[in-house]
């Protein structure tokens, strides 16, 4: 099936302005049928050796999403101590979750059994499954966007909270727990870029033809 150029330009376009939501989730239910497509489209991400490992966990419950906030603030006060000076006041103003806002929370997890001990393609490196389980988050993150879906992913937070709170067997890896709902703005810019804490990296200074060169 080929591609049109308006089709192409839409995904550049979806990819350009996807953002990491925190502040400005609505209360707005996400449509069911919505939700589902969100996830179909994270279902159909590529795994080594067509494992499909991941799974999802859909959070709606007020109840759970206390729990959670609450190991993300225990977290959180843990990362702001590595900080020091400026850097720590800096990151004490910065909103790093979204999870009570948000409609929708969706824990993306890796089951690493999945398709028994011996995997195509995971012979070599056997994280490729972890790695397979990001590609979902990826998908479900720019469908969402391309639904004008908001996603925040919530990684100050620690995984026996998760394994605790969602009931998740000791056996299966959380990947990300991620927050989902409509929201009154994208902005132009990721937040932490507008924050001044990073600025994008110059895509030039990253490439390398043929061989690793250190760059000036």
């Not at 490992?53 to 590595?82: C, H, M, Y």
């Not at 890796?110 to 979902?136: E, F, H, K, Q, W």
């Not at 998760?162 to 009154?184: D, E, F, M, N, R």
Request: glycine share 6%.
């Amino acid at each position: 099936m080929k591609i049109t150029q308006a089709e192409r330009d839409a995904v550049y376009k979806t990819i350009f302005n996807r953002r990491d939501v925190r502040a400005e989730f609505k209360s707005d239910p996400i449509p069911d049928d919505v939700l589902k497509r969100i996830l179909t489209a994270a279902h159909h991400a590529p795994s080594v050796g067509f494992m499909q490992p991941w799974d999802f966990v859909i959070v709606r419950s007020d109840q759970t999403k206390l729990k959670l906030k609450q190991g993300f603030t225990q977290a959180n006060a843990e990362a702001e101590a590595l900080f020091e000076g400026d850097r720590k006041e800096q990151y004490s103003t910065l909103k790093l979750e979204g999870i009570l806002e948000a409609p929708i929370g969706i824990c993306v997890t890796c089951d690493r059994t999945r398709s028994g001990p011996l995997v195509l393609g995971r012979t070599t490196n056997l994280d490729m499954d972890l790695y397979s389980s990001v590609c979902a988050v990826q998908n479900l993150w720019l469908a969402a966007r391309a639904e004008n879906i908001g996603v925040g992913w919530v990684s100050i937070i620690h995984d026996d909270v998760l394994h605790q709170t969602l009931g998740i067997p000791k056996h299966i890896v959380p990947i990300a727990y991620l927050c989902l709902g409509y929201v009154s703005q994208f902005y132009d810019q990721p937040d932490l870029e507008k924050r001044d804490w990073l600025k994008r990296q110059n895509l030039d200074s990253l490439i390398h033809e043929e061989q690793w060169q250190a760059k000036l």
